[in-house]
């Protein structure tokens, strides 16, 4: 159903049982998908593709032009999948053609209000922002990852799979995957022990990631040395090999 009071461009392709409230606004170059629901008063516009199922709550802003001032008004894109929620006065921007060219968004995430997503960025699936987390341009979140309320990221860093972070955690180098990070700047408090068992890893599994952290954070060992004692020990544990991989493709340095 689509609200007498909300303004959709004809050249807007939307799918079937889609919701669009009242005085909500859908530009010409817009996809939604089935099922969507979109709030009263949200604004989508610019190149945006939006998946199947998902619920978008009012005063959202998404596909707006980024927040960056070497844009030129390409035709850069927004990508959002299939059964995420989106609430209130969220703010999700185009990509750059400096980047990729896309801001994307996975499937199955939940995201609170107040929540920005910058141009470029990259979020998996299955992550939780609660409100206000702010993502600046060219970051990106892996699978899983919970940032707590007012998480600050810092452009181009990435944060890996199962992390999460403490409330106003301000985080300006790269998160390793499975950490349990807080404080301003960011630095590392042991496994998220209590979100991968309820993600249904072995207490064989965590046992050999808390080894790996003490390797990495406790040891004393110099970075490489760590990552090089770290690809012996995910031979004979596969979730260690996450750690690694993550390591190797690092741009900013892990925090500490």
């Known amino acids: ?7 959709v461009d004809p ?29 009263p008063h949200t604004v989508i516009k610019g190149h945006t593709k939006i998946g199947r199922d998902n619920r978008i709550f009012q005063f959202c802003s998404l596909g707006e032009v980024p927040q960056d001032k070497k844009y030129a008004g390409e035709p850069t894109r927004l990508e959002i999948g299939d059964r995420n929620t989106i609430r209130e006065f969220c703010t999700f921007n185009l990509g750059t053609v400096q980047d990729a060219g896309v801001t ?14 910058a141009h470029d960025c990259q979020v998996g699936n299955k992550t939780t922002f609660a409100n206000n ?22 452009q181009f860093c990435r944060i890996g799979a199962h992390v999460m972070t403490a409330v106003s955690t301000v985080i300006l180098q790269d998160v390793p995957p499975y950490l349990m990070a807080a404080g ?21 599994a965590i046992t050999a990631l808390k080894r790996a952290y003490r390797t990495l954070y406790k040891s004393g060992l110099l970075l490489e040395e760590a990552k090089t004692k770290l690809a012996e020990e995910a031979k004979t544990q ?6 690694v991989d993550f390591l190797e493709v690092s741009k900013r340095g892990i925090i500490r």
């Open 11 to 39: 050249g807007a392709k939307i799918g079937a049982n889609v919701e669009i409230g009242p005085y909500a606004i859908i530009g010409a170059n817009v996809e939604i998908g089935d099922n969507t629901q979109i709030g």
């Open 1 to 7: 159903m689509i609200h007498s009071t909300a303004i």
């Open 238 to 243: 596969p979730d260690i090999q996450r750690l």
């Open 104 to 117: 994307r968004i996975g499937d199955d995430n939940w995201i609170m209000a107040y929540v920005h997503i």
């Open 133 to 154: 987390t702010q993502l600046a341009g060219h970051v990106i979140v892996d699978d899983w990852a919970i940032l707590g309320g007012f998480t600050g990221v810092h």
């Open 184 to 204: 301003n700047t960011a630095t590392p408090y042991g496994i998220n022990v209590e979100g991968l068992k309820r993600r249904g890893f072995t207490a064989d």
